[in-house]
């Protein structure tokens, strides 16, 4: 019988509501480099069903003619553009927790079981939200965490949880994830793992029936639980 040893958040969205303020960052990014591109909310909402903020722009550029001479090089540099809007947004807002996940992962570490935090997003995003959630949520407390710079293929391909499965040296059925797309999760899933879905506020209007669980937040989900879950697969 399988014996949950770790969990695995897959998102930034999954530990802490920043897409609003992602959206607001390509936004800026976008009035910067002199580009009349402008996501409101339901764009995004949209655009979220895709993966990646780089193959998000070149989707909306390729999705219109007139947004043709914008390069692929010139999507590279807006993203990085991007990136750094966001992290000092990050730093000029009280960013908290989503409901639940600080107790969770209290909750974990008082039965030893490991934590990881499973994205393919880059390196400084993580930087930046584990900055501004240092004071209830060290990310030292980590076992492992994957940004797109370890893996080949962005979610959602498997390789974020594959890399994630051998850093912590266990198998698929000895952990699960949380996920806050459908994306992500098929990643999860095609890695043989259990996934539980957390809509975020801009993605909770996307087919999540492919998780082996969806909740709105994590007030109900203890050690218990998950081993529950993992045991009647």
């Given at each position: ?11 930034i ?6 897409s ?8 800026t ?5 002199g ?21 998000r722009?070149?989707a ?5 003619s007139?947004?043709?001479g914008v390069?692929?090089?010139t999507i590279?540099?807006l993203?990085q ?9 990050l730093?000029n807002i009280?960013?908290?927790p ?6 969770l ?5 008082v ?6 935090f ?5 390196i ?17 407390r980590?076992s492992?965490?994957?940004t797109?710079d370890?893996i080949d ?15 912590l ?11 806050d ?18 809509p975020?506020?801009?993605t909770?209007?996307?087919?999540f029936?492919t ?5 709105p ?7 218990e ?9």
């Open positions: 019988m399988p014996q949950l040893k770790a969990v695995i958040f897959g998102a969205g999954t530990i802490a509501e920043t609003d303020l992602q959206r607001q960052a390509f936004n990014a976008f009035k910067a480099a580009l009349d591109w402008n996501w409101n909310l339901e764009a995004y909402r949209d655009l979220l069903k895709i993966n990646g903020g780089q193959n722009m070149a909306y550029r390729d999705a219109d007139t947004r043709a390069t692929d090089a590279a540099a993203h553009a991007k990136t750094e809007h966001y992290v000092m947004m730093e009280s960013l908290r989503r409901t639940g996940v600080v107790e992962n209290e909750a974990c570490r039965d030893n079981i490991r934590v990881a499973c994205t393919s997003t880059a400084d995003n993580v930087d930046g939200i584990g900055t501004a959630l240092s004071d209830v949520l060290p990310f030292e980590f492992t965490i994957v797109i370890k293929r962005p979610k959602p391909a498997p390789d974020a949880y594959i890399y994630c499965l051998k850093q040296g266990l198998t698929a059925d000895e952990v699960i994830a949380i996920e797309t459908p994306a992500s999760i098929a990643a999860a899933k095609t890695a043989g793992i259990m996934t539980i879905a957390t975020g506020e801009t909770s209007n996307q087919n029936d998780a082996d669980l969806i909740v937040n994590l007030t109900n989900i203890t050690v639980r998950l081993s529950a879950l993992l045991q009647a697969r």
